[in-house]
Structures are given as C-alpha cells and as structure tokens.
C-alpha cells in the first residue's frame, strides 16, 4: 500500500518517472524515533496512463461470459456496511479482500520491508497514522481516538472500543475510507484508486478486476425490447412511470447499465452522483441512489455497467426513456 509521503510527492508530480531512496525525513514528520526512511518506487508513466484509461470490470457489451464470484457470507454485512458508508462498490472492495488476503482477517505478511496486516493488508503507518508514538513499523495502535489524532486510517467500525487490522469490520471500513479517498483524489477513475492502493502495478489492478467482473457477473445485463433493462439482474422493479420520468427500485449494488451506446457526462456529489448518456436519440440522466462507475467522457456500449445503486434511481428523458428507446418493461420488473 503506498503511504502518503509518497502519494503527496506523485500528485505534485504527475507522469514522471522517480526513484527515491534513503530519503531523510525529519522526525516531526515521523515516528520521534524515525529519522530515515526508506522509499524505493519507480513509476512508469506509460504504465500508469495504461492503468488510467484501462476498461473497468463491467464494459461487456451485452452477454456475460465471467464465472460469478462469491463474498463469504459472514464477511458480507461489513463489506456492506463499509461500502455504503463511503460510497464505495461493493463488488470493487470484494475485489480488494480477494486479492490481499483471499478474505483472510488473520492474513499477514512479515516479508522484508513490510509489517502488512487482516484481511486489507494495512501497514503500521498507514492504519495508526504517520507520527503516532504507540506504533511503530511492527506495532499497530488500536486506540481509536489516538488514531484518527495522528491521522491514520484505522477506525473502530463496530464500536467495540477497539480499531484492529484483523477485525473484518474495521479493515473494510478503513479500506472503504482509503479506496474513495484515492478515487476522489486521481480524477475520479477506480483503477487509479486500485493502482495506489496497492503495488502500484499494472498488474496488481487486473488481479483486482478480475475478481470484480466476477462479483458483478452474478447480477447480469438483461435484454429488454431494442436495449437493455437500466439495471442489472433481475431484482429490480418499475415503481413509479411518469411522463419523462421513471423510477426504479433495486437492492444496493445493482449495477446500472447503458441501455444503448451513447457517451457518459457525470456529475460528482458527496451523497450521490448524476449520470447523464447522450444516446442520439436523447439524453438520459440516472439520479438519486447513483454511485459512478465508469470514466466521465466515456464512449459505452449497450450492455455496459456504468454505475451501481445504492437506492432508488431515477432516469429522465426528453421524453419517457422507456418509449424513446423502445426499452420493454420485463415481466419480473412490473
């Protein structure tokens, strides 16, 4: 996981290539003790707008052809919790336990160099905070209140008095925090988000999509008329039909699908996103329980997750979306 002196460097740098090696930081920065610190990261620049404008996990084009993943049920209500709490995919945050510990609270990794722990693999620094005095680069601080003093990403998620790295609550409430912070923070885009927090490879962010195409794979696109139903799967239902206007009910998570091909203008919000798909024909706008998905600007094609809900939606028209696209109601929406 890239810590933050490293993360502060990059954005005031971007697109460069770096090699920062025993670079002396003053002890008011980090740990009292701590008067030298190793960073050793190479960024290559092709290799990151690779990573910036890759395909998202969802860009299907219609039928699925991915083995559905599974979340272990007992870790699912924290992954819930966390994810709607910072407006994080849930499917994206799967990804992420997959792929650092296999779902494992218990995981650890005491290689060389790193102290990573629970089922998202936080380091010391990085889950009790840089300066804080009860860690150090093999402890963890677990006091809540000391920890959010010294800035760090640990929380206590399920008011047990304690902020752990191996509580499975408070590792995905602490990841969820981190993942929208990096999304909010490298223009808005989830593989940047996945590139920094983790081995800051190409690589590593096709290991986590892999695993995300396969949780958003169990609520596939459906064919509806001359398109594709809004929605994924088939839990949602038409609650309301009114003029312009219609709205959706679905369970959090759902993903939101282009119904045509069209391009993607999306307007950001603390509480909720607006997605607006220019299909020729009109432009569509989903609002309401929206959380983004693929990149503002976007060509998509029918078929193609561009968001998830995390509520109602609704989606407006010049006139009713439903008509001017020739989208039929499926009998298990009605």
């Known amino acids: 996981m890239l810590e933050a002196v490293v993360l502060r460097w990059v954005k005031a740098n971007p697109g460069k290539t770096v090699l920062i ?15 030298l610190v190793t960073f050793l990261t190479i960024l290559d620049p092709q290799a990151f707008d690779a990573v910036a404008n890759m395909p998202l996990p969802g860009d299907w084009n219609g039928p699925v052809a991915v083995k559905p993943g599974v979340i272990p049920a007992k870790y699912l209500p924290d992954l819930q919790h ?9 499917q994206l945050l799967a990804g992420e336990a997959e792929t650092e510990s296999g779902f ?4 650890t990794n005491y290689a060389p160099g790193t102290h990573a722990a629970g089922m998202f693999q936080f380091e010391p620094a990085s ?4 300066a804080n005095p009860y860690s150090n680069n093999s402890t963890f601080d677990t006091n809540p209140s000391r920890i959010k003093q010294y800035g760090g990403y640990g929380v206590d998620a399920n008011g047990d008095g304690s902020a752990s790295p191996f509580d499975p609550a408070d590792a995905a409430m602490a990841a969820a925090t981190y993942l929208r912070q990096l999304y909010n923070q490298y223009g808005h885009r989830w593989s940047l988000a996945c590139f920094w927090y983790g081995s800051e490879t190409q690589a590593y962010v096709n290991t986590v999509f892999g695993y995300t195409e396969g949780f958003i794979a ?3 696109p459906q064919k509806a008329g001359n398109g594709y139903w809004f929605l994924g799967g088939t839990n949602s239902k038409l609650s309301q039909n009114n003029g312009n206007n219609i709205t959706l009910s679905a369970p959090a998570w ?3 699908i282009a119904p045509v091909d069209g391009t993607l203008s999306i307007q950001y919000g603390s509480s909720g996103d607006s997605i607006s798909l220019d299909t020729g024909a009109g432009t569509l706008k989903f609002s309401g329980g929206v959380v983004a998905w693929t990149n503002n600007g976007s060509d998509v094609k029918a078929g193609s997750v561009i968001g998830f809900t995390t509520g109602n939606i609704n989606v407006t028209g010049p006139q009713n979306p439903l008509q001017m696209l020739g989208i039929s109601t499926p009998k298990w929406a009605q």
């Open 21 to 35: 090696a025993g670079l002396a930081i003053s002890p008011f920065i980090l740990l009292p003790f701590m008067s």
């Open 82 to 90: 966390a994810a709607m709490a910072e407006r994080v995919p849930l």
């Open 104 to 107: 494992r609270p218990d995981a």
């Open 127 to 130: 889950w009790s905070g840089w």
């Open 218 to 220: 169990t609520t596939p």
């Open 254 to 256: 759902d993903p939101i």
